[in-house]
């Protein structure tokens, strides 16, 4: 069973790195998986992503306190309201954008009941 969360620890870094460059495929969920596949894998590369200068403290934050930094929710809900711009200036069909809007609304509710730092 490790080497198959060391597997999906290892796709999910892959594509939080791809997200780093690509604006709609979010970086810091990706990582967090990692660190959870790892954590049941792999101690050394769990280390390694917990520790890492750029997603170790989101990860850490998230681990210790359940929190999202400020500057997190901020960017996420714009990049929210962006994607969400792009999707009425596409003119998707009514249907889409209230299924959308919908899924959009529950992940800002989500975000923003998160607390911002530690407890």
Not at 41 to 55: A, Q
Not at 65 to 92: D, H, W
Request: glycine share 8%; net charge positive; proline share 5%.
């Amino acid at each position: 069973m490790r080497i198959l969360w060391l597997i999906f620890g290892l796709i999910c870094v892959g594509l939080g790195i791809i997200g780093v460059v690509l604006p709609l495929l979010p970086t810091v969920p990706f990582m967090l998986l990692a660190a959870f596949s790892f954590a049941r894998s792999n101690d050394r590369l769990h280390v390694w992503l917990v520790e890492h200068r750029r997603f170790g403290p989101a990860i850490r934050d998230w681990q210790e306190n359940g929190a999202i930094s400020l500057k997190a929710k901020r960017l996420a809900t714009i990049m929210i309201v962006a994607v969400y711009s792009l999707s009425i200036l596409m003119e998707l069909s009514a249907k889409l954008l209230v299924i959308q809007g919908g899924t959009l609304s529950l992940v800002l509710l989500f975000l923003w009941t998160r607390p911002s730092g530690p407890r």
